[in-house]
Antibody
Framework: QLLLQESGPGLVRPSETLSLTCTVS??????????WGWLRQSPGKGLQWIAS???????YYNPSLKSRVTITVDTSMNQFSLKIDSVTAADTAVYYC????????????WGQGTQVTVSS | QSVLTQPPSVSGAPGQRVTISCTRS?????????VHWYQQLPGTAPKVIIH???HRATGVPDRFSASKSGTSASLTISGLQPEDEADYYC????????FGGGTKVTVL
């Protein structure tokens, strides 16, 4: 059974960089035809896709966040990571990592999510 | 403004049928991408229940069904159960994954 687990600080100061890692267990990121993605959900709001990465390092970003976001993959550690620069309170959300079957496909499975709060 | 528009809420009594619509905005009206549906129970991550417009995910009860026609898709729950009370999201593609705003299903 494939499991994904998010990890990272729960509190980030405004203007700093948010860094999260997703560890994949029960399966390998490489080689596979899957894509690996990050999403978030703000309090009381809907879902937003942030970015996705292929095991070879091909990256795909939400145009509205692209200038501040970097997604990377580390196949040796079976992990992929997210960085968001210059965070504000608007970046406060539950962050999820998930697998995509193709870049235009659905997300399954998802990690349990991790709460990140941006506050001084 | 979401590319995909869903009603904020729907409700029904146990055993009734409810339908949730998901309409693509005119920003990419010519696109013909698949629509997928997720169920999110309180305090949990979303879980895919329908993928590829109408294919039920493994283990999903057959009271859940979905269809897509043109720029609109819909999810139907036939025989509503108390455990179906949750938020439901549609998802498609528009220069990246896009989601509807979500629909809260309340079982009366």
């Amino acid at each position: 059974q494939l499991l994904l687990q998010e990890s990272g600080p729960g509190l980030v100061r405004p203007s700093e960089t948010l860094s999260l890692t997703c560890t994949v267990s029960g399966g390998s990121i490489r080689p596979s035809s899957y894509y690996w993605g990050w999403l978030r959900q703000s309090p009381g709001k809907g879902l937003q896709w942030i970015a996705s990465v292929y095991y070879r390092g091909n990256t795909y970003y939400n145009p509205s966040l692209k200038s501040r976001v970097t997604i990377t993959v580390d196949t040796s550690m079976n992990q992929f990571s997210l960085k968001i620069d210059s965070v504000t309170a608007a970046d406060t959300a539950v962050y999820y990592c998930a697998r995509m079957w193709e870049i235009r496909d659905w997300f399954d499975p998802w990690g349990q999510g991790t709460q990140v709060t941006v506050s001084s | 403004q979401s590319v995909l528009t869903q009603p904020p809420s729907v409700s029904g009594a146990p055993g009734q049928r409810v339908t949730i619509s998901c309409t693509r905005s005119s920003s990419n009206i010519g696109a013909d991408y698949d629509v997928h549906w997720y169920q999110q129970l309180p305090g949990t991550a979303p879980k895919v229940i329908i993928h590829g417009n109408s294919h039920r995910a493994t283990g999903v009860p057959d009271r859940f069904s979905a269809s897509k026609s043109g720029t609109s898709a819909s999810l139907t729950i036939s025989g509503l159960q108390p455990e179906d009370e949750a938020d439901y999201y549609c998802q498609s593609y528009d220069n990246g994954a896009v989601f509807g705003g979500g629909t809260k299903v309340t079982v009366l």
